[in-house]
């Protein structure tokens, strides 16, 4: 995925409609964003405001009712659910808020999960399984399940299955909104150093001005139009 | 080829996945489990009466016997031969012949009262009159208890499976045959098939104690083999002097049977087709809870970039393995309960009663088994659609 410019998503005149009864609300109301390609974003704003959608429009996990999104020159608004799935297991890792690991399976194979989408071996799996626990420091705790895991160690788990199909972003959604403030540092230390020393792309959606200082840019988000300052 | 794999490789995981969550939901599944193995039982028990009878009554018949009826005669009830006419059919062609001659009885059909052991009530039993070849015309006779009756005396022998379902048919007993006590002197068996429901005696002797004269109401012959039936039934129906029927005893059995074979059957599968809506109900509501409450997986699942073809197919497979354990438990339970089970029935054709044993057939079990497995799919068909359109975005933001 390269991109002139170096712009690696383009969002163009988003809207997204939900209804509520008879009602329609737009959400987003034609927003722009551009993200190039090694920023880690953090994107603010009151509740509803619709960081999350925006998030999930470049996820693919949802769809513009108006506008374009683009992430490394493709436009994923047209792509069909099954092709937006192929996509998303090969170039979006996302980070929830509540983790979201399957409580049956150990860490080692929560983290597998995105990697039975590929045509790799076991064994190369389990390589790479073993390399992603390693940079969110749980080697030694691949065989836990997610209940013997603090809420910081669920959420390395986390990252760690969000980064080991090397994708091209990462979406993360409120990753410390769980978090003690410790815990809470450690997982922003770990997307720190995923963005400067692998230059990994982040997009962070959070309420928490402490965790959005860790990033290179942060933009507000309220009534549908992104900021550079939070509006008074 | 490669992306069929993969496909593949998704249905196994996640199927997976959602089998290892089955403990969590035990009380639901448990419940959908014995609600089908409760509506399998029930469909393979009541089958396994129709399909006793018919073993009782064609399975069991040997393919080289024939019936010789007087035409237009549906049953032996309502058939009459005169001696001339039996005479005639002994010695037509195919008959098979011993060192003691033609392989041929006629034989003479009445029905008695007797009292069913199980209720009390009365019932009608057939009490035939034989020939001296009729234990050799049914290739499987054995008297299992005492003796032969007497040629020519007022003694009767019972059939193992009239013994069993009617009081009075004990070797030593007497019965009232007209207005004389006759005694029932053995016991006899004949692999299973109708004979068994039957009292036998000297033709002879039951002619005069019913008027009959001298005629008789069927001809049962053994052929020189089940080829030889076409040169039997030609020889009959061609000669002037007879006017008669001619069916293989397999068939005329078959036939005999319909009427009571069908009736259960299509009340059989009326029956576990109610049962089978209850149950169906019940594995889709444990479907329903099953993906609802996997919802924050299936979403999760979904938006790592897993399809919604293997997520369908995960809850059809949850949905069918829990279906067939449901199967297995119903007709192992049907197995243990009703298989050879012996009962009696009244056969329409003769108005006389048919001892039978319940018979769970392998067939049975299959025919269970499918059942089963179409209430699983049915039940996990919507279920499993609701999971694969769920909104990922919403179902994320929900949790």
């Given at each position: 995925?390269?991109?002139?410019?170096?712009?690696?998503?383009?969002?163009?005149?988003?809207?997204?409609?939900?209804?509520?009864?008879?009602e329609?609300?737009?959400?987003?109301?034609?927003?722009?964003?551009?993200?190039?390609?090694?920023?880690?974003?953090?994107?603010?704003?009151?509740?509803?405001?619709?960081?999350?959608?925006?998030?999930?429009?470049?996820?693919?996990?949802?769809?513009?009712?108006e506008?374009?999104?683009?992430?490394?020159?493709?436009?994923?608004?047209?792509?069909?659910?099954?092709?937006?799935?192929?996509?998303?297991?090969?170039?979006?890792?996302?980070?929830?808020q509540?983790?979201?690991?399957?409580?049956?399976?150990?860490?080692?194979?929560?983290?597998?999960?995105?990697?039975?989408?590929?045509?790799l071996?076991?064994?190369?799996?389990?390589?790479?399984?073993?390399a992603?626990?390693?940079?969110?420091?749980?080697?030694?705790?691949?065989?836990?399940?997610?209940?013997?895991?603090?809420?910081?160690?669920?959420?390395?788990?986390?990252?760690?299955?969000?980064?080991?199909?090397?994708?091209?972003?990462?979406?993360?959604?409120?990753?410390?909104?769980?978090?003690?403030?410790?815990?809470?540092?450690?997982?922003?230390?770990?997307?720190?150093?995923?963005?400067?020393?692998q230059?990994?792309?982040?997009m962070?959606?959070t309420?928490?001005?402490?965790?959005?200082a860790?990033?290179?840019?942060?933009?507000?988000?309220d009534?549908?139009?992104?900021?550079?300052?939070?509006?008074? | 080829?490669?992306?069929?794999?993969?496909?593949?490789?998704?249905?196994?995981?996640?199927?997976?996945?959602?089998?290892?969550?089955?403990?969590?939901?035990?009380?639901?599944?448990?419940?959908?489990?014995?609600?089908?193995?409760?509506?399998?039982?029930?469909?393979?028990?009541?089958?396994?009466?129709?399909?006793?009878?018919?073993?009782?009554m064609?399975?069991?018949?040997?393919?080289?016997?024939?019936?010789?009826?007087?035409?237009?005669?549906?049953?032996e009830?309502?058939?009459g031969?005169?001696?001339?006419?039996?005479?005639?059919?002994?010695?037509?062609?195919?008959?098979?012949?011993?060192?003691?001659?033609?392989?041929?009885?006629?034989?003479?059909?009445?029905?008695?009262?007797?009292?069913?052991?199980?209720?009390?009530?009365?019932?009608?039993?057939?009490?035939?009159?034989?020939?001296?070849?009729?234990?050799?015309?049914?290739?499987?006779?054995?008297?299992?208890?005492?003796?032969?009756?007497?040629?020519?005396?007022?003694?009767?022998?019972?059939?193992?499976?009239?013994?069993?379902?009617?009081?009075?048919?004990?070797?030593?007993?007497?019965?009232?045959?007209?207005?004389?006590?006759?005694?029932?002197?053995?016991?006899?068996?004949?692999?299973?098939?109708?004979?068994?429901?039957?009292?036998?005696?000297?033709?002879?002797?039951?002619?005069?104690?019913?008027?009959?004269?001298?005629?008789?109401?069927?001809?049962?012959?053994?052929?020189?083999?089940?080829?030889?039936?076409?040169?039997?039934?030609?020889?009959?129906?061609?000669?002037?002097?007879?006017?008669?029927?001619?069916?293989?005893?397999?068939?005329?059995?078959?036939?005999?049977?319909?009427?009571?074979?069908?009736?259960?059957?299509?009340?059989?599968?009326?029956?576990?087709?109610?049962?089978?809506?209850?149950?169906?109900?019940?594995?889709?509501?444990?479907?329903?809870?099953?993906?609802?409450?996997?919802?924050?997986?299936?979403?999760?699942?979904?938006?790592?970039?897993?399809?919604?073809?293997?997520?369908?197919?995960?809850?059809?497979?949850?949905?069918?393995?829990?279906?067939?354990?449901?199967?297995?438990?119903?007709?192992?339970?049907?197995?243990v309960?009703?298989?050879?089970?012996?009962?009696?029935?009244?056969?329409?054709?003769?108005?006389?009663?048919?001892?039978?044993?319940?018979?769970?057939?392998?067939?049975l079990?299959?025919?269970?088994?499918?059942?089963?497995?179409?209430?699983?799919?049915?039940?996990?068909?919507?279920?499993?659609?609701?999971?694969?359109?769920?909104?990922?975005?919403?179902?994320?933001?929900?949790?």
């Open positions: 995925m390269s991109e002139s410019n170096n712009v690696l998503v383009r969002v163009h005149d988003v809207d997204k409609v939900f209804r509520r009864g008879s329609e609300v737009h959400v987003l109301g034609g927003a722009h964003l551009e993200m190039p390609d090694g920023e880690f974003l953090a994107l603010m704003g009151p509740s509803g405001s619709g960081k999350s959608t925006l998030l999930n429009l470049i996820g693919g996990l949802d769809r513009p009712s506008g374009t999104v683009e992430v490394g020159g493709l436009r994923i608004d047209r792509l069909s659910d099954r092709k937006l799935a192929g996509w998303r297991a090969r170039h979006i890792g996302l980070v929830f509540f983790y979201n690991l399957l409580p049956v399976l150990t860490a080692e194979r929560n983290v597998e999960l995105p990697l039975l989408l590929t045509h071996s076991r064994a190369e799996r389990r390589k790479h399984v073993a992603a626990l390693g940079v969110v420091g749980l080697k030694d705790r691949s065989q836990h399940y997610p209940r013997q895991l603090s809420g910081g160690e669920q959420q390395r788990v986390g990252i760690a299955r969000a980064i080991v199909t090397d994708p091209t972003i990462l979406l993360c959604d409120e990753p410390t909104g769980d978090l003690d403030r410790t815990s809470s540092d450690e997982i922003l230390n770990l997307l720190s150093a995923l963005n400067e020393e230059g990994k792309t982040i962070m959606v309420h928490d001005p402490h965790a959005a860790r990033a290179s840019r942060t933009l507000y988000l009534k549908g139009k992104l900021a550079t300052e939070p509006e008074e | 080829m490669v992306g069929l794999i993969n496909w593949l490789s998704q249905i196994t995981a996640v199927t997976k996945f959602s089998l290892r969550t089955v403990p969590e939901r035990l009380g639901s599944s448990a419940s959908a489990v014995f609600g089908i193995a409760g509506v399998v039982a029930v469909f393979v028990g009541v089958l396994s009466i129709a399909q006793g009878i018919r073993q009782t064609v399975t069991s018949a040997a393919p080289e016997g024939a019936i010789v009826l007087r035409s237009g005669a549906d049953s009830m309502m058939s031969l005169g001696r001339e006419a039996t005479r005639i059919i002994s010695e037509a062609p195919g008959v098979a012949r011993d060192a003691e001659g033609p392989l041929s009885s006629a034989e003479l059909f009445v029905i008695l009262n007797l009292p069913k052991r199980s209720t009390g009530t009365d019932a009608n039993v057939p009490l035939r009159g034989v020939e001296r070849a009729a234990p050799r015309v049914r290739a499987d006779f054995r008297l299992v208890e005492g003796r032969m009756f007497e040629w020519g005396r007022n003694e009767v022998i019972a059939g193992s499976a009239a013994a069993r379902e009617f009081a009075g048919l004990d070797v030593g007993a007497s019965l009232e045959v007209g207005r004389e006590q006759w005694q029932v002197v053995g016991i006899f068996a004949t692999n299973g098939d109708l004979s068994e429901s039957e009292i036998w005696t000297d033709a002879k002797v039951l002619q005069p104690a019913y008027r009959r004269g001298d005629s008789f109401q069927s001809a049962r012959v053994r052929l020189n083999s089940a080829g030889s039936f076409q040169e039997f039934k030609d020889a009959l129906t061609s000669d002037p002097r007879l006017d008669v029927k001619v069916a293989r005893q397999d068939e005329f059995f078959a036939e005999q049977s319909i009427v009571v074979v069908t009736l259960i059957t299509v009340l059989g599968t009326i029956i576990a087709v109610i049962m089978g809506l209850g149950a169906l109900i019940g594995a889709l509501n444990t479907m329903y809870t099953a993906v609802s409450e996997r919802t924050r997986e299936i979403a999760t699942l979904r938006a790592l970039g897993f399809r919604s073809g293997p997520v369908v197919a995960s809850v059809l497979t949850e949905a069918l393995i829990l279906a067939l354990a449901g199967g297995l438990v119903g007709g192992g339970l049907a197995y309960a009703f298989d050879g089970f012996q009962a009696a029935t009244m056969n329409w054709q003769s108005f006389s009663q048919v001892g039978f044993a319940f018979a769970v057939t392998p067939q079990l299959v025919q269970g088994a499918v059942y089963s497995a179409l209430i699983g799919l049915v039940g996990g068909l919507f279920p499993a659609i609701r999971a694969a359109r769920l909104p990922v975005a919403t179902a994320l933001r929900e949790l």
